[in-house]
C-alpha cells in the first residue's frame, strides 16, 4: 500500500517537474497571463471601492425629539406649522433637516416613518406625516380628559428629493418636555 502511493507520488512529482522546466512552456505567454490577472485585479479593486462607497450613501436612519430643552407646548397657530423637531438623537446621513423639520430621501428605496405626539391639559391635538405636501396619515386626539399620547407610522417608496415631514394642524397643540413625548423618526429599509 505505502509502496504504491510513493509511486503514485514520484509519478505526479515527475510530471509537474518535466512541465515545469520543459522547454516547451511559453514564459512570455505564462507572463502576458499573469499581466491579464493583475489588470482584472486592480478592476475589482476599483469596482469593491465603488460599491463601497455607494453603500455608505445607503445608510440613512434618523430620531429626533420636538425640543431640545424646557418644556412647552407649541400651538394653537392660526395656520398648519410643520414641527421642527430639534432634539436630535441620531442623523445617519444627514437626510433630516433640524431647521426645518424636513427629511429629503438620498436614495430611491423603502422607507419607514414613525411620529409620537403628546398633548396635555385638555387640549385638542392633531399631527399628519406628510409626503411632498400630501397627507400620508394622521393623529387625533380631542379634548382628552387630561392628556393623551398618539403614534402612526407608514411605510413609503421614496425617489431621491422626496420631502417626509410632520404638521400639526391649526389650532391645536402638542406637548415636549425633557422626556421627549413627541418625536419623528425614520430609517431606509432597503434601497431600490
Ligand atoms: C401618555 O404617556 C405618558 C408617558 O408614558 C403617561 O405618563 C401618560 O399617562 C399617558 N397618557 C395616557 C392618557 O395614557
Known amino acids: 500500500m505505502g509502496v504504491v502511493l510513493l509511486v503514485l507520488l ?3 512529482g515527475s510530471s509537474i517537474a518535466r512541465d515545469v522546466l520543459s522547454p516547451t512552456v511559453d514564459i512570455i505567454a505564462e507572463l502576458e497571463k499573469l499581466k491579464h490577472m493583475d489588470e482584472r485585479i486592480q478592476k475589482l479593486e476599483e469596482t469593491l471601492t465603488k460599491v463601497l462607497s455607494e453603500n455608505e450613501d445607503k445608510k440613512v436612519a434618523f430620531s429626533a425629539g420636538l425640543l431640545a430643552f424646557g418644556t412647552e407646548k ?3 397657530i392660526g395656520d398648519t406649522k410643520t414641527l421642527e423637531y430639534k432634539k436630535v438623537f441620531s442623523n ?3 437626510a433630516y433637516d433640524s431647521n426645518t423639520g424636513i427629511f429629503t430621501a438620498p436614495v430611491k428605496g423603502v422607507y419607514y416613518f414613525r411620529f409620537y405626539g403628546h398633548c396635555h391639559g385638555g387640549t385638542t391635538m392633531a399631527v399628519s406625516l406628510l ?3 400630501q397627507n400620508q396619515c394622521s393623529v387625533h386626539s380631542a379634548r382628552p380628559a387630561s392628556n393623551s399620547n398618539a403614534s402612526n407610522g407608514v411605510v413609503l417608496t421614496l425617489e431621491i428629493g422626496d420631502q417626509i415631514y410632520t404638521v400639526l394642524w391649526r389650532n391645536t397643540w402638542v406637548y415636549d418636555d425633557p422626556a421627549s413625548y413627541t418625536s419623528f423618526s425614520g ?3 432597503f434601497p431600490l
Open 74 to 76: 407649541i400651538g394653537p
Open 10 to 12: 514520484l509519478c505526479a
Open 187 to 189: 430609517f431606509l429599509i
Open 92 to 94: 445617519v446621513g444627514n
Open 131 to 133: 409626503k411632498n405636501g
